[in-house]
Every structure is written in C-alpha cells, then in structure tokens.
C-alpha cells in the first residue's frame, strides 16, 4: 500500500512538474514575441496607440518612459543585455545622439520609406519621424500685427526691443531651431542674431513654451518662439485666446519643423516585431492617433492632421534632412554660449 502511495505522489509530482514547465514555456513564447519599448514620450501619448496595435496584430508591448537623455545612457549602460528593442523620443538632437552613439540599427523598410518624408528620416533608416511639430512664432494679436510676424531672423531686429520672451537655451527645440539657422546662414549670421535676440530680450528665458505664452499674455513681452503643440493646449483650454500663431521665414527657408521619432535598437531582441509596431506606426490610422494625442501634425504626408491643428492653416515646412541638425548641435551650444543666451 505504500508502494502505491509513493508511486501516485511522484506521479502527481511529474505532472504538476510537467504542467509548470508548460506554463513556462508558453509564458516564454508570449515574452519572445513582446517588444520592450523605451520612450521619452509621456505614457498618455503613447498608451493608446501600442493598445490598439495588440488588438490589432496580437503582440504585445511593455513601455517605459524616462527623461530622454536618461533613457539613451540607460541603453548605453546596457549595451547587449538591454531588454529594449526600440526607442521612442523627442526631437532629432536626440535621435541623431542615440543614432551616433552605435544604439540602433538600420530598419531597410519599404513600408517606412514610402509613408514618411525623406527629410523627416535618418537617410540610412536609423530612426524615423513619427510626427511633426513646428518651432515658430507667437504672439499677442492686440500688441502685434500679423505683417510685423516675419521669421527668426527678425526677432533680432531692434524694433524689438524689450519685447520678446524665449525659452531657455538648454532645451534641445532652442539648440536644433539655432543648428537650422548655421545650416542656411552660417555661423557668423547666425552668431548675429543669437547676439539680437538677447539684447531684445524682455525678461530672462522662461524655463518652458507655456511658461513664455503667459508671459506673452501677462503683458511681460508681446512675440517670442513656441513648439506648436504647447499653442494647441493652451487653445484646447482657452479657445478665446488672444495669442496666435505666425509661420516665420515662408518667403525663405521655411518654418523650422522638428519631429518625435523611433528607432530600432542594435541589441534588439525582438527585432522583427519591433520593426511591425514602427512600420504600424508610420500608416494611416496609426499616424492620426500618434499626431492627434499631441496635437502636432502626421509625418505621414497623405494623413490630415486633427481639425484643431488643421485650422491653424497649412504653412512651407523646411525641408533640410533633419540629421544635419543632429550633426550641428555642438556647434549650436557654442554659439550660444558665445552670445551669452542663458
């Protein structure tokens, strides 16, 4: 009899063995088609698109978001053992950064070559824009006149004088907006301006867009430089508003246009399905969600942006590839650290 017992207790241990090993295993399948995703993106812009894409195809993505430059040391540090296969931020100076830092590797898609501008793209497929916001011009209607509203150049004009409001120099949209102007103009022109717009300067640098928006309406200053997407929120909760939003340099180069972008990570583990959520990210129903969250336009130039963001009428984008001003950041900081823009 107790032959029989020790024989049904070691059967009994074999198969709840066998059944935890299936469990694992099949937890292990469902880990190995998962694509980890790092992002720089607020969680509420990014949540309900990586939802909708495992409702859609079955694969699932576990995010976490984190400060840019924190988020590419942190990959850094990892090296190969990184449990991330892509990476989502804002702005091409960190794109271009994780890109010249050896982190991702090429994506070789047809797909994303077709749906996104070649300028919004790494030209050997490193990272590609997912959306587009422009740095341009604000300012108080009562104060200023839509003719006055001409470009960046102009804000260093001396009719300006005491009555302009930037945002501090440290923040990369300053440093990539200053890289376009030494891509056109040179840094000699450019150190000219920069030089302008602090002796125009109102009160110090606001440390964010919005923070130069109240100034604005407070009566601080009357113009000063903006991503889009902060004027959209700011109308979002005031559609009265008497700020406005001007194109600068349209009989030029074109408004300065900066992106929030991906990239496929060098030590991907999942690669293939990570290349799936970009090239899903880069199509039509994905791209109205992705600029629509944020109120910034597609990159995808066959999608319509929001009718919030559309109602601020169409405008001439730069077309520079947006790498070049990846590659002009560092003479960027020199520039302005030289015009002593704080």
């Avoid at 850094?76 to 991702?104: C, H, S």
């Avoid at 996104?116 to 604000?138: E, K, M, Y």
């Amino acid at each position: 009899m107790k032959k029989i017992i020790s024989a049904m207790l070691v059967a009994s241990s074999l198969l709840i063995i066998g059944c935890s090993q299936d469990q694992q295993t099949d937890q292990a399948q469902v880990d190995a088609g998962k694509v980890v995703v790092y992002s720089a993106r607020a969680e509420h812009l990014i949540k309900p698109l990586f939802d909708e894409f495992t409702n859609q195809t079955g694969i699932k993505v576990q995010f976490q978001t984190g400060n840019a430059n924190a988020l590419v040391e942190r990959l850094k540090a990892e090296g190969r053992n990184t449990p991330a296969d892509m990476l989502i931020t804002n702005d091409v100076g960190n794109l271009w950064y994780a890109a010249d830092q050896g982190l991702f590797q090429p994506m070789n898609s047809d797909l994303i070559k077709r749906n996104i501008p070649p300028h919004l793209q790494d030209p050997q497929q490193l990272w590609t824009g997912l959306s587009v916001r422009a740095r341009t011009l604000v300012y108080h209607q009562d104060r200023v006149s839509a003719e006055q509203v001409i470009g960046y150049e102009d804000l260093a004009d001396p009719k300006w004088q005491g009555r302009l409001c930037l945002r501090t120099s440290g923040s990369v949209y300053n440093k990539s907006l200053v890289a376009s102007l030494i891509e056109h103009l040179g840094e000699e022109q450019t150190q000219q301006i920069l030089a302008g717009w602090v002796n125009n300067l109102a009160a110090k640098p606001q440390s964010k867009d919005s923070h130069v928006m109240e100034a604005i309406l407070a009566g601080q200053c009357d113009i000063g430089l903006v991503n889009t997407y902060y004027f959209g929120r700011l109308q979002a909760e005031n559609p009265d508003t008497p700020l406005r939003l001007g194109w600068a340099n349209q009989s030029t180069t074109g408004t300065h246009i900066n992106v929030s972008g991906a990239g496929l990570l060098k030590h991907a583990k999942n690669s293939d399905n990570a290349l799936k959520l970009i090239e899903w990210l880069s199509e039509k129903p994905a791209q109205q969600i992705f600029g629509a969250l944020n109120r910034e336009y597609p990159a995808n130039s066959n999608v319509t942006p929001n009718p919030q963001v559309e109602s601020w009428g169409t405008f001439k984008q730069d077309q520079t590839n947006l790498k070049r001003l990846g590659e002009l950041q560092q003479t960027a900081t020199i520039l302005i650290n030289r015009a002593n823009y704080e």
